[in-house]
């Protein structure tokens, strides 16, 4: 049974529910074999009559003004699900629009609101309560209601016939407690009577909305709370589409209005949860890039997860295969199939023990895209990644998809513009999720070139995590040759990162931090230039996407610097080159290493740059760059550290072998060992005088003791240096050893 059939279900009987226990409201029918818009009974949801016994909306927020967010949430739900909330909000207004699919094709939508956001109590004595959103989504389901999205809460904003400035207090922890909610209640409550609005009229601009949205899914929001909306006298909304609270997180601007799940389209009766869940249809009711996998905070039980760690490569001249960690879970795939990354073909189900993809087309590029699939129902979609089936065609590539930040114009699927940019310069590849990288799916060290695709990944998701940053390093170090672009790189990892941070960017992405897009200025400047430089010669001069080129709009492009040798080779046409660059480049030993490699650096998304002739040029002057014999010897030596550092090891987790980096700025007594939890010394890595420079050594666990159990270990570094006037340095890191 699929979960569009479950969710039908779940709300035919929620209605069936409503006939059978509540009747219907206002002497309506039910429902007619053929639904008309006059007759359909789209009135009521399915919430019981309020108590006679029921308490007020000041004595139940006065019952919890000491609760705890979890004591709170049960009582809400109990006093709502039993029916105590004014008679004013159980009369829906209708809506009538227009909206358009995903094809661009009009249908008119009927849609019925509650008239303002939901409280407990009755009509004389009531207060509108912010609440998390499981307990909302609770109550939905209970209801056969949903939460809007963020196009439907413009759209009720719109049509509101009262529309009340937004109360806002400055932010302190009282906004959290309930004596705020009241109080924002009370100010609401002035404002409404102040107009003369009548109970029951549609109001809009008085709260934010827990919305339905994409991100309920995404991996970086995941438990969290979306919210949108809180719109000003001039229609603007105070609240962006935002997802960085955890969904215990309730503040006193918060609130639920709910939709009745049931509308009509092109006056047929259609589902709403359905709609939002169609690749065609859901454009009618989200303005987010892309059907919903769950358009609810609670997944349905037993729905296997979307593939998130997987990665695809050629197997010869007519297959491909499906690399992807085993889910017991899942009982087979179905793949998705596209020439242009856009339209995709009726699916190819494949089991989970063998995902080889055969009888294609050679030298053809391949676009795809998975969902799981079990006899509960089937995930949503994967992001899209490609390969080339082909036996002559020169592999030497891997583009690794890290652009996981769900923001507008995120649609998970840039490989189109990388890996199309490479097909037309005759390079094969294969391709992989960041996931696939980080579980150890897919080794980089077996790919002269890597193509790490970031778009917009900033300080929400982490442009390259800890684990990450072990891997690319170790790349690099061992002569690896990488591309890496997106627009909030240096942002994440050297404005606002960790010591540990800065010191990946600087050292092995050869980039730091100067502004955040030219002059500090967003929206603006979106052509670059090439500056004089031994490598890249075309085009001369081109843009990227200002949001109306088939990509998104890269609104805050990072200004770079030049750092640990990397050269500036393109900058900002607005700006000189003393400000920093658009991007680097850089040849020549990694810390560490001893073995040349290269990197080029973008402070702006690759796959943004159009046209496409443009793209492929850049492309083809990348691969040549990468290509050319490196004009730096092994034997060169690399500058000296600027400053102590301890790496993370990598690999980690690790079995039973790991590597641990680290750098030594004057002549030291050095010491390097490893203790298990309870503190005691497993083993001596190092304990010797070191002159300054960069070192690496090897831990192998089943060297020191063959017994040595899985689990967490630290291994603590001290440098002394022998001049005796710099302080010591002494620095610990844990490891993770999995047998």
């Known amino acids: 049974m699929k979960i569009k059939t479950i969710l039908f279900i779940l709300l035919l009987l929620n209605v069936l529910m409503h006939v059978i226990v509540f009747g219907t409201s206002h002497g309506d029918q039910p429902y007619s074999n053929t639904i008309q818009k006059e007759i359909a009974n789209l009135n009521s949801l399915n919430i019981p009559p309020r108590p006679v016994d029921a308490m007020t909306g000041s004595e139940f927020m006065q019952s919890v003004m000491n609760s705890t967010f979890e004591e709170r949430e049960n009582r809400i739900f109990e006093e709502i699900s039993n029916g105590n909330i004014p008679n004013f909000l159980r009369t829906l207004t209708k809506i009538e629009a227009t909206f358009y699919d995903a094809d661009g094709v009009a249908h008119t939508v009927n849609y019925e609101v509650m008239p303002d956001y939901l409280a407990i109590g009755s009509d004389e004595d009531f207060c509108r309560i912010p609440m998390g959103p499981i307990t909302a989504q609770k109550l939905a389901d209970l209801f056969g209601a949903a939460m809007p999205t963020r196009k439907l809460v413009n759209n009720i904003y719109v049509n509101s016939e009262i529309k009340l400035a937004p109360v806002t207090y400055p932010w302190s922890d009282e906004s959290v407690k309930v004596s705020k909610f009241v109080e924002h209640n009370n100010d609401i409550e002035a404002q409404r009577r102040a107009a003369n609005a009548i109970l029951g009229q549609l109001v809009g601009g008085i709260k934010k909305d827990v919305v339905i949205s994409n991100r309920i899914v995404d991996p970086s929001s995941a438990n969290h709370v979306v919210i949108y909306g809180w719109h000003q006298l001039n229609g603007e909304p105070i609240q962006p589409l935002y997802s960085g609270h955890l969904n215990t997180y309730v503040d006193y601007s918060?609130?639920?209005?709910?939709?009745?799940?049931?509308?009509?389209?092109?006056?047929?009766?259609?589902?709403?949860?359905?709609?939002?869940?169609?690749?065609?249809?859901?454009?009618?009711?989200?303005?987010?890039?892309?059907?919903?996998?769950?358009?609810?905070?609670?997944?349905?039980?037993?729905?296997?997860?979307?593939?998130?760690?997987f990665g695809v490569i050629?197997?010869?001249?007519?297959?491909?295969?499906?690399?992807?960690?085993?889910?017991?879970?899942?009982?087979?795939?179905?793949?998705?199939?596209?020439?242009?990354?856009?339209?995709?073909?009726?699916?190819?189900?494949?089991?989970?023990?063998?995902?080889?993809?055969?009888?294609?087309?050679?030298?053809?590029?391949?676009?795809?895209?998975?969902?799981?699939?079990n006899q509960i129902g089937e995930s949503g979609y994967s992001e899209v990644?490609?390969?080339?089936?082909?036996?002559?065609?020169?592999?030497?590539?891997?583009?690794?998809?890290?652009?996981?930040?769900?923001?507008?114009?995120?649609?998970?699927?840039?490989?189109?513009?990388?890996?199309?940019?490479?097909y037309y310069n005759a390079v094969s590849f294969n391709s992989a999720t960041n996931e696939a990288i980080i579980n150890g799916l897919f080794n980089l060290n077996?790919?002269?070139?890597?193509?790490?695709?970031?778009?917009?990944?900033?300080?929400?998701?982490?442009?390259?995590?800890?684990?990450?940053?072990?891997?690319?390093?170790?790349?690099?170090?061992?002569?690896?040759?990488?591309?890496?672009?997106?627009?909030?790189?240096?942002?994440?990892?050297?404005?606002k990162g960790s010591s540990n941070d800065k010191y990946f960017i600087r050292n092995f992405l050869k980039m730091q931090f100067a502004t955040d897009a030219p002059y500090n200025t967003s929206s603006t400047y979106y052509e670059v230039e090439l500056v004089e430089n031994d490598y890249i010669y075309n085009p001369t001069s081109f843009f990227f996407d200002n949001g109306s080129h088939g990509t998104y709009d890269v609104k805050w492009p990072d200004v770079i610097l030049e750092s640990q040798g990397s050269k500036g080779f393109i900058k900002y046409a607005a700006l000189d080159t003393q400000s920093g660059y658009a991007g680097l480049l850089f040849e020549g030993l990694f810390p560490g290493?001893?073995?040349?490699?290269?990197?080029?650096?973008?402070?702006?998304?690759?796959?943004?740059?159009?046209?496409?002739?443009?793209?492929?040029?850049?492309?083809?002057?990348?691969?040549?760059?990468?290509?050319?014999?490196?004009?730096?010897?092994?034997?060169?030596?690399?500058?000296?550290?600027?400053?102590?550092?301890?790496?993370?090891?990598?690999?980690?987790?690790?079995?039973?072998?790991?590597?641990?980096?680290y750098s030594i700025v004057k002549q030291s007594h050095v010491t390097l060992m490893v203790f298990d939890l309870l503190g005691r010394k497993v083993a001596t890595l190092v304990n010797k005088e070191q002159p300054q420079g960069y070192y690496e050594v090897t831990f192998e666990a089943?060297?020191?003791?063959?017994?040595?159990?899985?689990?967490?270990?630290?291994?603590?570094?001290?440098?002394?240096?022998?001049?005796?006037?710099?302080?010591?340095f002494v620095d610990t890191k844990k490891m993770m050893l999995l047998k």
């Open 702 to 728: 089943s060297s020191i003791n063959s017994q040595t159990s899985s689990g967490v270990y630290f291994y603590r570094i001290q440098a002394i240096p022998l001049d005796g006037q710099t302080d010591n």
């Open 593 to 661: 290493g001893d073995k040349p490699g290269k990197i080029i650096s973008l402070g702006f998304p690759f796959e943004t740059i159009y046209p496409e002739t443009n793209r492929n040029i850049f492309a083809s002057e990348i691969l040549k760059f990468f290509n050319s014999p490196n004009s730096v010897s092994q034997k060169t030596i690399v500058e000296s550290p600027t400053n102590y550092h301890l790496s993370q090891n990598y690999p980690n987790p690790f079995n039973p072998t790991t590597k641990i980096n």
């Open 385 to 422: 990644l490609a390969g080339i089936p082909s036996s002559n065609m020169a592999l030497n590539l891997l583009i690794v998809n890290a652009f996981d930040r769900s923001t507008d114009g995120n649609t998970y699927d840039f490989i189109r513009q990388h890996g199309s940019a490479f």
């Open 446 to 495: 077996d790919y002269p070139i890597v193509d790490y695709i970031l778009g917009e990944e900033s300080t929400a998701d982490e442009s390259f995590n800890s684990t990450e940053q072990s891997i690319v390093s170790n790349y690099l170090i061992n002569g690896g040759n990488l591309l890496v672009t997106g627009s909030e790189i240096a942002w994440d990892l050297d404005y």
């Open 254 to 309: 918060h609130g639920i209005r709910f939709i009745n799940s049931e509308m009509l389209i092109d006056d047929s009766l259609a589902i709403y949860q359905n709609i939002l869940m169609d690749d065609k249809l859901y454009k009618i009711l989200s303005d987010e890039t892309g059907a919903m996998e769950q358009p609810s905070y609670l997944k349905i039980p037993g729905i296997p997860d979307k593939p998130i760690s």
């Open 314 to 373: 050629n197997l010869g001249a007519n297959s491909l295969k499906i690399l992807l960690e085993p889910d017991s879970n899942v009982t087979s795939y179905k793949i998705y199939l596209s020439n242009n990354g856009i339209d995709f073909n009726d699916p190819i189900e494949l089991s989970a023990e063998d995902l080889t993809i055969n009888d294609l087309s050679e030298n053809s590029i391949y676009y795809l895209k998975l969902k799981a699939v």
